[in-house]
Structure formats: structure tokens, C-alpha cells
């Protein structure tokens, strides 16, 4: 074991690469790239800035080329895929999976990609075309065709010598797929079963009640919560009819569950979850600019009510300078029930069922905290400016703000989601404005009625 | 294949089961509860307001209360363990796996936990002493210890053999580890070898080299990185002098990259990642508070910036209103470039290495977006206020603030980083005390020299 930890280590090695990298010591750079794994080479290029990366791929082992496709941030291969020529992008393909060939072709735009498609063989060029009919975020995107069939009627015996014939397996191979004469799925025999069993023992006999086939249009996020709910390695795809399509493997659940974790995050705070922390300057700023215009029209909102109280304003410049604090609290506040929803509705716990329950729940605590933090704020205003009043004001619109903080947290996520609009992306904002706005508008209201002259 | 999604059937079953609890018919629930997998028991249980926790805990069958324990989230299953008392534990704690066993005891108090490792047979408890004694975040708290292990110099013919007669493997087993009499790792064989390979073959020469074993106390999200990056199935956990400890499955590991992803999402929002959604009101108002004490300190901060400015605020009412656009705009993009980075740092591509690299650009952009939304806004104001110098200010403000944007972006988590301070969680509220301060400097100061009289 090394000293170093491996993130350590990844960092290290980084800096030996770009380091030669800038004193153009090609050879060197080629031999460092040539014994690592494609998740490192991918995580090389992914941390590396834009005008690095056309040199590094090509100073990677071609042979290597379509792994590391496979394993690479969509935003980041779309770069490199764009400075290969289609020809040379048809003899990457060989080597790679069907479904993350798929995958890439997808991001490509169409004149290079049917070039690709026309100068792959015939036999492949069919199995591609029958991936890409599948919808890109639903099994039949996810599965591969490499899947293991065996008849119902033979025996262990005959499975082994088979086996032993064939000399390999698909990778994460765990069971092999009992089907009829029309390739009707009838189930699954693991091959945990084939190893135990006795050698006359019929296939029929050792089928597997636990795996099911999955439906080659089901989305993937549902996938992945059927493989950590029995937790599968690999599963059969069918189609309505029952015909075995392929399988899906538990790498690739991994990616979805990964894919999906960050995408809340990330779309929280308006980026997309397939961002390129590298990405060139200009495209940065393009993609970061549509978030904080649409943050400039909220704020606009908020100026457009303080500016309603414009009077009260030029009155006691104290109310300016207290003008923050209750949005504030208001924004943090909901912005926790929000984070809470959001990833109770991802991991299926928030629902119709249960969300009035949840409601209550949130007013209650957004009421409870609304207490605490008005007497709080009251009992610093009042010492300060030696002004009951305006601590009362105060107070007043904190308890408004953190108690409808509390309500608008639980129910923006559950009315976007029956929208069919993503809460994790336009949540936050519409949070922000309404509790700028309710918040400025109960302090300066409430202002204007008891401080106003 | 349903006609509805895996999502709505959850929700309408935990409705059912919800309805038929109110109602009191507990033999319904019962029966409800009776063939579902422990995962479905534990979405049940986590979806549920805490007082029907404990009937609903009544109602499953007590031989899954094992196998559902494992799979609750660490709050709502620490809230049902408390009602339960250690001999009734003990017998539960019987059918689960060491590793899991290890972290439900970790959870209780002392007295508690000697109890139930007291009432265990002495063979289980000294598995369970000994998975305790490594630290709950590395390979050795995750670890379980039913390998599958052969001598180097039998044959396939052999190991099937004994296959045969031991009928049956344990979970997820891809392959057994050759281990020498002193239980030293030598290698491992997977399943596959051993099903394609002739019966004469002999096991050392078919060990596969790219599975290596895992040191004990490796943390455990590198060891998620391992299994991510040579897509492993299990992997053998070994110590300082090779002995084989256990070995480590990939459902443990998918647990551990699904906390990973959510904790920087509920950190940033000052929330636990083991947060219960439904948890009781007054201990979700006590966690909450916390992060809004904070969030208090850094609004009172903003709020003193503003007090310094009292006479200019007093004179014109103008900066009053506006005053809240500048800090909104900068946390906004701040908050853009801080997510950008927790998660570089969490994915591996952000490090010492590339961390200038990565500064110059997110300065650039947080610059060029300065540029694009000061002319916007200064236009705005100039043209609704008739006044060219407040445009100028505030389009002043704008550009230094969203430049200080992307520098403390970059710069707070990596900084945090190095003081071993969670970045996801300390990054947010420190942005946004500098993005406040600098907004409202910049703002009212410039304001003060321009427009003062």
C-alpha cells in the first residue's frame, strides 16, 4: 500500500503530466499515459485545462481511445470528439460498449455521426442503430446485448462444457438468461446455481424467483432503485413481448446513481450536472450568465418592492439598513426545507401521500424558528437603537417570513414536480423571490404603519 | 411490466398502508407489510411521521427486522432503536451481516451496546468485536468476513467439487481468494475462470491480476473510487502483513457514493446528511437553528457594512433600495463557481496541481459577467432614475463584487480544504459574508464619493 492516499496520489501524478507537459516532453508524457487504467486517463483529461487536452489524447494510446470515451464527462468528450475526424472516430468504436457508443453518438451532431455509422461494418453498424431506437435515459439507453442464453431443457453438465468451450464470459456475467426457441425471457440461473448444483441438475430447476426482467422502456432512475432494492449486479431488459433485448450491468447503475445525486446539487445552483470544471472562459460565462439573469429579474422584483416604500426609506435610514437581515433569514430558512424536499422526493419518501403531513411539519418548525430568531433580533434592535417599536416590527416580519419560508420550502418542490419542471433547477429561485419579497414586505409594511410620520 | 411508474406504486402503497394504519386494521397492515423486501420496509418506515414508526415496526415480520435495520437511514433508525430493548436486539442483531451489525451498534449508548453484544454468542460477538474495532470510514467498518477462500495448488475439478457439496455461496461472491496456510492473500480467481476453465487447470495459474486487495484501513471513499474506476463486484480486504480480513461488496459500495454525492447537497444547505424528513418538530427546529444562528451573524455583519453608510443612506433613499441587488448578484455567482469547485474537489479534479489554473478562469469569468451585467444594470438605472453617476456606481459595484465572486469561489473551499474544514459546509456562509461586504462597500462607498453632498 502507498503512504500517499490515492487522491493524493491522482493529484501528483496530475502534476508530473502537466508538468511535462509543459516542457514538451511528448515521450515521456506517452509512456506516463500508457499503463493506466481509462478512469484515470479520463480523470487526467477532465482535470486539465482545454488547450492540454488535444495533446494529451493524442499522446494516449490509441488503442485505448474508446474506454476512455466511455468514462469521460459528457461536456469534456464533446470537446475532443469534435477535433477527431468521423473516419478515425469509426475505428475507436470497435472496441467500445454498444450502449456507450450509443451514448456518444448521441452528443454528435448528425452529418459526422451517420459518417461514423456508414464506415462501421454492417453487423455492428445494426446493433448501434438498435441501441439508439431506445430512449437515451431508459433501460433500453443503459443495456448492452452481450447478454448469456441457455436453454431451459439441458443440464449443468452441458452448461459447463459449453462454458469451457467458449473460455470467456462478458464482463459482470452473474447469471445467464434462460430463454425459448423465439428468445422469450423465462428467467434467470445464476451462475452461483451452475457452480453448486449437480452436474445432471435440468437448467428449468435452477431458475432464480428473485431477478426479474426489467421493461427495455423503464426509466433509469427507476433501474437504479431496483438494483439497490435487491441489489442486482446485472439484470435482463425485455421488450413488452418478452423478448430478451440485453442486460444492464451494475457499473452502469453506478454512473446513474452518481448522475443523479449531483444533478440536485448542482442544479441548485444553475449548472449543469455534466458542467466541465475547465471549460474555456467564454463558454463559462455564457452558460453562468443565463442563471444570474433570471437571479437579476428576482432581485429587480425585490428592489421593485423596496422601492413601494421609498418614502419610509428617505425617512429613517435605520429601516435601509435593516432591510436585509428578514429576507435573509427568510432565504436560508426555506432554502433548508427545500434542500429537505428535494431529496425526499429523489429517494421517493415525499409524495401525495404523506406531503400534508410534511407541510404542517415545515410550518411548524419555519413558525417555532420564526419565534426564536424574532426575540432574538428584537432584543438586539431594541438595545441598540433603544426602540421598542421598531424591535417589535422586526420581530414581526421575521415570524412572517421563516413560518411562510417554511410553507413556500415544501410546497414550490411538490407544485414544479406535478409541472413536470425539474424543483432542483427553478426551486430555488422562485423560493428567494418570494421570501425577498414577503420579507421586505412585512418589515417596511409593518414599518410604515407603526414608525411612519 | 405496471402501467404506472416505480415511484407512484411506492407512494400509493405507502398511502394504503398509511390508511389502513389510521384506521386501525393492523392485520391488513400486517399482511401489507408481510412479502415486501426489506428496502420497500424501509422507504415505508422513513415515509412515515414518527409516532406511527413504532406500531409499523410491530407490524413486520420480526425476522426482517434484521435485514431492515441495514437498510434505514442512521436518524430515523436510531429514533426506532431506542424503543427497542437489547434482548429483544440481540435476537434481532442474529440474522444481519457484521458489517451492518457493527453500525447499528455504533449508533447506541454504552449501555445499551455491552448488553446486546453480551447476549450474543460468544462466536458472533467476537466477529462483531473485531468489525468494531476498526474505524466506521474505512475498509474495515465496511468490510464482511464471508470470504470464500481455496489453496493455490488444487484444481478446478477440485474447488467444484466442494462447491457442490457446500450447496450454496455467499451474496455477490464474483470470486474466491487463494490464501496460503497462514491465511496470507495470494490472489484471487473469479467465478468466471473457474466455470470456463478445464478441470484439470490448477487455481494458481489462473489467478486474475487486476484484482488487488484493499489495506484495512483505507478510507472508505477511495475505496468507492477503486471499485468505481476497475468496475469491481467485490474486492478482498487484507492487513499490514497480507493477512485476508474480509472482503468488501459492491451494495456497500453504492451506498457509500450515493451519501457521498447527497452530503455536499445537504451540507450547503446546513442540513445532516442522515437529516429525517419527517423527524419531530422540535428536534428539526433545534438542528435548524443552528444554521440560521450563523446565517444571523453573517447578516449582522452585512447589516454593520450598511450602518457605516447611515448619512448617504439618510440623504438618498434611492441607495436604500438598490442596496440589496449588488450582494444578491455576487452570491448568486459565487455560489456558481463554489459548487463547481466542492464538487472538482470531490470528483478528484481539483487539487494543488491545477488549483492557479483554475482561479485565473473563474476570475476571468466571474470578470467578463462583472462586465455584461454592469452595462445592463447601470443602463437600467440611468434610464428609470434619469442618472447617469448612479449607473456608473452601481455598475462599478457590480463588477468588483462578481469578481470577488469567482476569486472567493475558487479560493474558500480550497483554503477549507487545507484546514481539514468540510468545504460543502463552511463554504457557503463564508461566501456569502464576503459577497454582502464587498457588495455593499463597493455600493454605498462609491456612492459616497460620487454622490455625497
Not at 507537459?21 to 493506466?36: A, E
Not at 469509426?90 to 451517420?114: C, I, K, N, W
Not at 428449468?204 to 431496483?226: C, F, G, H, K
Amino acid at each position: 500500500m502507498p503512504e500517499i492516499s490515492e487522491q493524493e496520489y491522482s493529484q501528483q501524478r496530475l502534476q508530473q503530466v502537466n508538468e511535462a507537459l509543459g516542457s514538451g516532453m511528448f515521450v515521456y508524457v506517452r509512456k506516463l499515459l500508457q499503463n493506466m487504467p481509462a478512469y484515470d486517463l479520463a480523470l487526467i483529461l477532465e482535470s486539465s485545462p482545454t488547450k492540454s487536452r488535444t495533446i494529451l489524447w493524442q499522446l494516449i494510446d490509441h488503442d485505448h481511445h474508446g474506454e476512455v470515451l466511455e468514462e469521460l464527462n459528457e461536456e469534456v468528450r464533446k470537446g475532443i470528439l469534435k477535433n477527431i475526424r468521423p473516419e478515425k472516430l469509426a475505428a475507436v468504436a470497435e472496441g467500445m460498449d454498444v450502449d456507450d457508443l450509443a451514448e456518444v453518438l448521441r452528443t454528435l451532431p448528425d452529418s459526422v455521426y451517420r459518417e461514423v455509422l456508414n464506415s462501421m461494418d454492417s453487423q455492428d453498424r445494426s446493433r448501434v442503430e438498435t441501441a439508439l431506437s431506445y430512449e437515451e435515459d431508459t433501460a433500453g439507453g443503459i443495456m448492452n446485448t452481450d447478454t448469456m442464453t441457455i436453454r431451459p431443457d439441458v443440464t449443468v453438465d452441458v452448461v459447463l462444457r459449453y462454458l469451457r468451450l467458449k473460455g470467456e464470459l462478458p464482463e459482470a456475467t452473474d447469471s445467464f438468461y434462460v430463454v425459448d426457441r423465439q428468445d422469450h425471457f423465462i428467467g434467470a440461473v445464476s451462475l452461483t446455481a451452475i457452480v453448486t448444483s449437480k452436474p445432471e441438475e435440468v437448467i428449468s430447476s435452477l431458475i432464480d424467483e428473485e431477478i426479474t426482467a426489467i421493461n427495455v422502456e423503464m426509466p433509469e432512475t427507476e433501474v437504479a432503485q431496483l438494483f439497490e432494492r435487491y441489489d442486482w449486479v446485472s439484470a435482463p431488459v425485455i421488450d413488452e413481448e418478452k423478448h430478451l433485448l440485453g442486460r444492464i450491468t451494475i457499473d452502469d447503475v453506478v454512473d446513474i446513481i452518481r448522475e443523479e445525486a449531483e444533478h440536485s446539487m448542482m442544479s441548485m445552483a444553475g449548472l449543469d450536472d455534466e458542467a466541465d470544471t475547465f471549460a474555456p472562459i467564454v463558454k463559462s460565462t455564457q452558460q453562468r450568465s443565463i442563471w444570474l439573469g433570471v437571479n437579476l429579474v428576482t432581485a429587480l422584483m425585490a428592489v421593485a418592492v423596496s422601492s413601494m416604500f421609498e418614502e419610509i426609506l428617505g425617512q429613517l435610514a435605520i429601516l435601509a439598513i435593516l432591510n436585509t437581515l428578514v429576507p435573509s433569514m427568510g432565504g436560508v430558512a426555506g432554502n433548508q426545507t427545500l434542500t429537505l424536499v428535494i431529496r425526499g422526493i429523489a429517494l421517493g419518501h415525499v409524495g401525495e401521500s404523506n406531503s400534508k403531513a410534511l407541510l404542517y411539519k415545515e410550518l411548524a418548525v419555519g413558525f417555532l424558528n420564526g419565534i426564536i430568531w424574532a426575540l432574538l433580533i428584537a432584543t438586539v434592535v431594541a438595545l441598540w437603537k433603544q426602540d421598542m417599536v421598531l424591535g417589535g416590527v422586526i420581530a414581526f416580519a421575521m415570524l412572517m417570513n421563516l413560518t411562510a419560508a417554511g410553507i413556500a420550502g415544501v410546497s414550490i418542490p411538490l407544485i414544479l414536480k406535478k409541472m413536470d419542471i425539474d424543483p432542483a433547477l427553478a426551486g430555488s429561485v422562485i423560493l428567494t423571490t418570494i421570501t425577498d419579497v414577503v420579507g421586505i414586505f412585512a418589515f417596511l409594511g409593518t414599518a410604515t404603519l407603526f414608525l411612519g410620520t
